[in-house]
């Protein structure tokens, strides 16, 4: 996993974040990360193709919110979100870690361990989950 610091945003980035967020979204959430100190941005590849990202607000030094995290669908399944998971975890020393994610999502966080809580119909039809894992 490498940082993602550059102005230009990578065509590989932009369909990754695609698919955590709403196209319309993406240059404006990219752009999020570059210009907040607590906000970081990670991309890991194979073969010089990057393949997956994930992207984490930091609190209090040592509480982290995901994002966003994505992979690309046909390297999906395979281990590589749960790997971002613990890299960012131990990248930050984090104490707790948090998702707000969708029906689609919420199983891959409860698999790896996350307390999962719904948050209702946030928006029209579209029941949310808070995901919250504690590392103490």
């Known amino acids: 996993m490498r940082e993602i610091n550059s102005n230009r945003i990578d065509p590989a980035i ?3 974040l695609s698919y955590a967020t709403s196209e ?4 404006e959430e990219y752009y999020k990360y570059i210009c ?6 990670y991309g890991g590849g194979i073969n010089g193709e990057i393949i997956s990202c994930i992207g984490i607000e930091i609190h209090n ?9 994505a992979v690309l669908p046909k390297e999906r399944g395979g281990g590589i979100g749960s790997s971002m998971i613990r890299f960012i975890c131990k990248e930050h020393n984090l104490n707790s870690v948090s998702a707000e994610t969708d029906k689609d999502a919420v199983l891959f966080y409860a698999n790896f ?12 039809g579209v029941e949310r989950f808070l995901c919250e894992l504690d590392l103490r």
């Open 61 to 69: 030094s040592s509480d982290g919110v995901i994002k966003h995290i």
């Open 113 to 124: 361990g996350f307390r999962i809580t719904s948050l209702g119909e946030k928006y029209p």
């Open 36 to 41: 907040s100190p607590n906000r970081k941005l």
């Open 14 to 16: 932009k369909r990754l």
């Open 24 to 27: 319309e979204k993406v240059d």
